[in-house]
T-cell receptor, first 109, second 114 residues
Framework: GQNIDQPTEMTATEGAIVQINCTYQ??????LFWYQQHAGEAPTFLSY????GLEEKGRFSSFLSRSKGYSYLLLKELQMKDSASYLC??????????FGAGTTVTVRA | EAQVTQNPRYLITVTGKKLTVTCSQN?????MSWYRQDPGLGLRQIYY???????DKGDVPEGYKVSRKEKRNFPLILESPSPNQTSLYFC?????????????FGAGTRLSVL
């Protein structure tokens, strides 16, 4: 089975940096994904980590430590449009995907 | 345009009246999946399919059925809906057995069972 924890809510100011943590326990790790979901819309892919380290993609970066069961998503230079839910998702060895409950980020002017 | 299409987008029904939510993808993906999303619980997988005629239970399969007779279609069937199945449903597809098998989601179906 899989257990995924992430904070429920975070608030930050426009232009700031926010780090969303995700901790997990799994019997078979095969990749970690981050998805963004705006209210009332479908999730969309943001990033993917399978090896330890940092993956950078524009204003968004994601980090993974498999030994610690830990990942974070870093959002830099926050914009109002970044207000959304951010979902941490774990892929197991059978390619099943399990999602955390999501972190709602509110960006304030 | 590559997409996953779900229908209907909104549905209000009554307890016990069978319904089907359709899902179709045009990306030739092997893997398709159904999720339900409820406040505070996140996305939970109902059923998934790794290819035609291959389906498996996810975390919350009770009360649902699926079929995969064609690669592009993966309908979700509620034989006797109950109020606890009121939820937001997403269909998703992805390539199978590639390292970065990104899930592409449909727009969602908001179901209310009265």
């Amino acid at each position: 089975g899989q257990n995924i924890d992430q904070p429920t809510e975070m608030t930050a100011t426009e232009g700031a940096i926010v780090q969303i943590n995700c901790t997990y326990q799994t019997s078979g790790f095969n990749g970690l994904f981050w998805y963004q979901q705006h209210a009332g819309e479908a999730p969309t892919f943001l990033s993917y980590n399978v090896l330890d380290g940092l993956e950078e993609k524009g204003r968004f970066s994601s980090f993974l430590s498999r030994s610690k069961g830990y990942s974070y998503l870093l959002l830099k230079e926050l914009q109002m449009k970044d207000s959304a839910s951010y979902l941490c998702a774990l892929r197991s060895n059978d390619y099943k995907l399990s999602f955390g409950a999501g972190t709602t980020v509110t960006v304030r002017a | 345009e590559a997409q996953v299409t779900q229908n209907p987008r909104y549905l209000i029904t009554v307890t016990g009246k069978k319904l089907t939510v359709t899902c179709s993808q045009n990306m030739n993906h092997e893997y398709m999946s159904w999720y339900r999303q409820d406040p505070g619980l996140g996305l939970r997988q109902i059923y998934y399919s790794m290819n035609v005629e291959v389906t498996d239970k996810g975390d919350v399969p009770e009360g649902y059925k699926v079929s995969r007779k064609e690669k592009r279609n993966f309908p979700l069937i509620l034989e006797s809906p109950s109020p606890n199945q009121t939820s937001l449903y997403f269909c998703a597809s992805s390539p199978w057995r590639v390292a970065k098998n990104i899930q592409y989601f449909g727009a969602g179906t908001r179901l209310s069972v009265l």
